[in-house]
Structures are given as structure tokens and as C-alpha cells.
């Protein structure tokens, strides 16, 4: 199905508000050929209704495709034509833990996603009151999740705000959309 679009399409979703739109300009920005060393400010971005592409040159070139937070009805729909999915997760927000807990399993039980590696982000921790890498695991029973999931999975922090972990979720797109060689 992805035939339509070279290189590798990889999904990026979360919750409504997480961060999904702002990591994917910041990460184009990284990529980009002014090479950006400084971010600077956050660019604004707006709830996405629908889906948003967005091109990486990498390797070779890679598409994000985010699907609004409200569309969660219908990300279902997109799973066949991916390679890789980046989830997204707020970890400033307490409240928001067990309906990005409920999504996670769902997809993570998706037939089409059963062998398809899945980057695990816990986002905005430039925030005062974010929850430390061990809290977020141990709320969401990451052990347990992990263990009983059929794909690979990889968990990082990351501030799509001040660029902390930026430059690794590069690293686990080119390493995870390399061409079987
Ligand atoms: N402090 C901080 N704010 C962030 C970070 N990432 C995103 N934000 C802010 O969070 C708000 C929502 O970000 P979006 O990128 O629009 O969220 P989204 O996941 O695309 O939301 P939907 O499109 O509705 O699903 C914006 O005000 C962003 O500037 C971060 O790492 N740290
Ligand atoms: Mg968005």
C-alpha cells in the first residue's frame, strides 16, 4: 500500500495536545539542510483535525504521517501502510495516563502492527512538573507491556519544546527504517 510514497511512512500518534504536531516540525527543522543548531522559539501549531504529513530527509526519505488526537476512531484505518509508529505521551499530564494507556495496548494488539517497531515517547519533560521516566513506567506497567508485546519497542524522553532527545528519535528512524540489506 505504501507503494504510493517512496521511502518509509511511519506513524506518529498520541493523545490530543501531547506534542505530535510541534515534534514533527521540530524534527523536519533538525533534518533539514540549514542543519539547525539552534530550535529557537516553538513555532505554533493548531489541534490537528484530520492528518498532517510531514517529509524527513533522512537516509532515504521518511514521511510522518500524525494523526489528530480526535481522530482516534480512525487511526485503525492507516495501520496498514506504515512502517514504524512513534506514540506519543504527555508526561506532565497525570490525568491523561490511562486513556494514552488504553490506546497504547489497542494498537499494540493491532494485527497490521503486530511486527512493526513501535518508539515510545514520553514528551515536554523540559516541563517543571513532568514525571520521571520511572514514575511514567511504573503507571503505565511498561514492564508488562513490553513483555507481553509482539513488536519491539523502544522508550524515550523528549522536550519537542527545548530538543532534549530530539536527535535520538532521528537515530531510531534511520536505524528502523533501513532498507533490509
Ligand atoms: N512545554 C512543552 N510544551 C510542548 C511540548 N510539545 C508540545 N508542546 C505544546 O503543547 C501544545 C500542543 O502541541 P501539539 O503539537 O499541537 O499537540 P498534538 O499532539 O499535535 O495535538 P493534536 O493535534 O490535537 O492531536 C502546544 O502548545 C505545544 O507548543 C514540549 O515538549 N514541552
Ligand atoms: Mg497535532
Not at 22 to 30: F, P, Y
Not at 51 to 71: A, F, I, P, Y
Not at 163 to 173: K, P, S, Y
Amino acid at each position: 500500500a505504501g507503494a504510493a510514497r517512496p521511502g518509509g511512512t511511519c506513524l506518529l500518534l498520541g493523545a490530543t495536545g501531547v506534542g505530535k504536531s510541534l515534534l514533527g516540525k521540530r524534527l523536519r527543522k533538525l533534518c533539514s539542510r540549514d542543519g539547525a543548531k539552534e530550535l529557537g522559539e516553538p513555532p505554533a501549531t493548531m489541534p490537528t483535525v484530520g492528518t498532517n504529513l510531514t517529509d524527513l530527509t533522512l537516509h532515504k526519505r521518511v514521511t510522518l504521517r500524525e494523526l489528530g488526537g480526535c481522530m482516534g476512531p480512525i487511526w485503525p484505518s492507516y495501520y496498514g501502510e506504515c512502517s514504524a509508529v512513534l506514540f506519543v505521551i504527555d508526561a506532565a499530564n497525570p490525568t491523561q495516563v490511562s486513556s494514552s494507556c488504553v490506546q497504547l495496548l489497542s494498537l499494540l494488539s493491532a494485527e497490521q502492527l503486530a511486527a512493526v517497531p513501535v518508539l515510545i515517547l514520553f514528551n515536554k519533560i523540559d516541563l517543571p512538573c513532568y514525571m520521571s521516566l520511572v514514575e511514567m513506567k511504573s503507571l503505565f506497567r511498561m514492564q508488562d507491556i513490553v513483555s507481553c508485546a509482539t513488536q519491539p519497542i523502544t522508550i524515550l524522553e523528549t522536550s519537542a519544546r527545548d530538543g532534549t532527545g530530539l536527535a535520538d528519535v532521528l537515530q531510531w528512524l534511520q536505524a528502523t527504517l533501513r532498507d533490509p540489506s
